[in-house]
């Protein structure tokens, strides 16, 4: 990926300005090992090539009692699980590298693709919850639960999705290495966001009531005339 990729943004990670009023609160990116470690299982994958190999080694010099005939039993399966390591290595870090982040005083935009560079824009009246598994490291992923209503498509957005929900993709901001603070901040948005909902619908019933008695008076004058 290379910068003039993005060119087109007036704001990196933002398909267009921001509107009067919202404000851009955090950008952040995924950390690409601990994406391609969590995402990509690239440690277990690594460990299954070296226990087949192990196996083979074993077997070939159960049969042959020779260094030469393991090494050959050995060479595919290490060849083999080098090359998927490096792919997902590859993928892992430029997966990171594509991807931002962004949160603001209305909504979460995740901008990630590799190839075909996507947003998905999040207001906050489309999530139901949202949730932060923390690691022992400080690193996690925000987790946001949508309303029934709104659906993302989960291979569409893989990795930028909670794992093993498929029926109703969560959305999810991972690996994180500063996932706290980005929690922090998307909670006081949304209790933001929620209160100025109810202070809407608080003072709505009181404007139509207001405006009532203004709206009636010219009527009674045109027919006392």
């Known amino acids: 990926m ?28 995924p950390d690409w090992w601990l994406l391609t470690r969590r995402a990509l299982h690239v440690v277990p994958i690594a460990l299954y090539f070296l226990l087949l190999a192990g196996w083979q080694a074993t077997a070939a010099f159960t049969r042959q009692h ?24 590859a993928v892992g870090w430029a997966s990171a ?63 930028h999705v909670r794992a093993g929900h498929y029926l109703h993709p969560q959305a999810c901001l991972r690996a994180l290495p500063d996932a706290p603070r980005a929690a922090q901040l998307l909670a006081a948005a949304l209790h933001a966001s929620v209160r100025e909902v109810e202070v809407a619908q608080a003072i709505a019933p009181l404007a139509v009531t207001n405006v009532v008695p203004a709206a009636a008076a010219p009527a009674r004058a045109s027919v006392a005339a």
């Open 97 to 159: 590298r594509a991807t931002v982040y962004s949160i603001t005083s209305r909504r979460v935009v995740m901008r990630h693709g590799i190839a075909l560079p996507l947003s998905l824009n999040l207001p906050f009246r489309r999530i139901d919850s949202a949730a932060l598994l923390r690691r022992r490291d400080g690193s996690g992923d925000l987790t946001l639960r949508l309303r029934k209503t709104q659906r993302i498509g989960y291979l569409l957005n893989w990795p």
């Open 66 to 89: 020779s260094w030469l005939a393991i090494a050959h039993a050995v060479r595919i399966p290490l060849l083999l699980g080098t090359a998927v390591i490096l792919i997902l290595l």
């Open 2 to 29: 290379s910068p003039a990729e993005y060119d087109y943004e007036p704001i990196p990670g933002l398909p267009g300005h921001l509107p009067a009023g919202e404000l851009l609160l955090w950008q952040g990116s």
